[in-house]
C-alpha cells in the first residue's frame, strides 16, 4: 500500500464503502553498523529494503544507482541472515558480477535485501555525503 494509503481510499470510493482506519504496520527493528563503528537501531515496516530502512538515519546507506543494478551497495549481514529475504537470482547474478563467485554469502545488496523480521544486524560499507555529492574534496586534516 502506498505511504498515504491511496488506492485503499480510491478502491473505497469506488465500492461505495468507507475506507478503513489506517492498518497498524508491524515495525521492524535493525541494527545498522556505520563506516565509523557506531550502532543505530532503525525502524521498518515489513519488506522495505535495506536503502528505505536507512533512510531515517543523518547518513543513509549510499545507493549508487536509482534502480538497483550497478551492485556497489554492498553490506555485510553480521547477525540475523534469515530475518532478511533471501537474495533474488538478480542480486546474486549482480554480486557474483561484481565480487565475484567465491565472496562471502553474508555479503547483500543494500537495495535489493528485503526485511522480513526483527534482528538483523549489518555493518554498512558507505554512507551518502552531502560533500561528496556535491564534489567537495575530502579533508585530510
Not at 18 to 35: D, F, G, H, I, K
Not at 69 to 95: I, R, Y
Not at 107 to 122: F, I, N, Q, T
Request: charged content about 25%; glycine content about 6%; aromatic content about 2%.
Amino acid at each position: 500500500m502506498s505511504r498515504f494509503g491511496i488506492r485503499k481510499r480510491l478502491k473505497a470510493r469506488l465500492l461505495g464503502t468507507q475506507p478503513s482506519e489506517r492498518a497498524e504496520t508491524t515495525a521492524l527493528e535493525l541494527t545498522l553498523v556505520l563506516p565509523d563503528g557506531s550502532e543505530h537501531r532503525v525502524e521498518a515496516e515489513p519488506q522495505y529494503t535495506l536503502v528505505m530502512a536507512s533512510q531515517s538515519l543523518d547518513t543513509p546507506i549510499h545507493a549508487h544507482c536509482p534502480d538497483g543494478h550497478c551492485g556497489k551497495c554492498h553490506v555485510d549481514v553480521l547477525e540475523g541472515q534469515s530475518t532478511l529475504k533471501p537474495a533474488s537470482d538478480a542480486e546474486v547474478a549482480l554480486l557474483d558480477e561484481h565480487l565475484g563467485t567465491d565472496r562471502d554469502l553474508s555479503v547483500r545488496l543494500a537495495c535489493h535485501a528485503r526485511v522480513l523480521e526483527s534482528g538483523a544486524k549489518v555493518r554498512v560499507r558507505k554512507v551518502w555525503s552531502l560533500a561528496e555529492a556535491m564534489g567537495v574534496p575530502p579533508c585530510d586534516d
